[in-house]
T-cell receptor, first 114, second 118 residues
């Protein structure tokens, strides 16, 4: 069975600070990797994904993530956060084959202070 | 495109009654839909995979007789919580995968349904 762990449960940053949210996964096979964002009162939205190829992937709103296979990690980064980035961030993985159901991490609540 | 709706958005019911939650893909067809449950300040836990025209696949620990899933068409899956109890109170979220077109791995999420059982 696959599992996902997110190390930071609650992060508070000031605007313009840099962000890095950790995500590690465990799974015996190859996976697809995702970061989802849930803004207050809204539904989950895909932020970025890694399927194959360049391990550094860029998503919407200036976010990027790097897949490091040897570390089973897929950390999310943003050089300069904005107040509007306040949200809950979920890392998720799915197997490359089969149902491809998502397994989510516990989430990180990001609070950006103006 | 790729919009998923859920109805109702909120429901309050009495213990012992049943509640049906609908998940619709509005502008695409979805052979596969997923049902998740999210407890306060926790992550989404996959409950079951809903397959159009066949039986749902339930995750370990999820009672299939309590959480009835019907995926009768390519745009609609329903989750019925039978004989609801207060511990069933939660946020239920569905997602849908496109039958064709788009990336096969991508799921589109509904806005969720807040169930409160009194």
């Amino acid at each position: 069975a696959q599992s996902v762990s997110q190390h930071n449960h609650h992060v508070i940053l000031s605007e313009a600070a840099s962000l890095e949210l950790g995500c590690n996964y465990s799974y015996g096979g190859t996976v697809n990797l995702f970061w989802y964002v849930q803004y207050p009162g809204q539904h989950l939205q895909l932020l970025l994904k890694y399927f194959s190829g360049d391990p550094l992937v860029k998503g919407i709103k200036g976010f990027e993530a790097e897949f490091i296979k040897s570390k089973f990690s897929f950390n999310l980064r943003k050089p300069s956060v904005q107040w509007s980035d306040t949200a809950e961030y979920f890392c998720a993985v799915s197997p490359r084959t089969g149902r491809r159901a998502l397994t989510f991490g516990s989430g990180t609540r990001l609070q950006v202070q103006p | 495109g790729a919009v998923v709706s859920q109805h109702p958005s909120r429901v309050i019911c009495k213990s012992g009654t049943s509640v049906k939650i609908e998940c619709r893909s509005l502008d695409f067809q979805a052979t596969t839909m997923f049902w998740y449950r999210q407890f306060p300040k926790q992550s989404l836990m996959l409950m079951a995979t809903s397959n159009e025209g066949s039986k749902a696949t339930y995750e370990q620990g999820v009672e299939k007789d309590k959480f009835l899933i019907n995926h009768a068409s390519l745009t609609l899956s329903t989750l019925t919580v039978t004989s609801a109890h207060p511990e069933d109170s939660s946020f239920y979220i569905c997602s849908a995968k496109r039958t064709s077109g788009g990336a096969s791995y991508e799921q589109y999420f509904g806005p969720g349904t807040r169930l409160t059982v009194t």
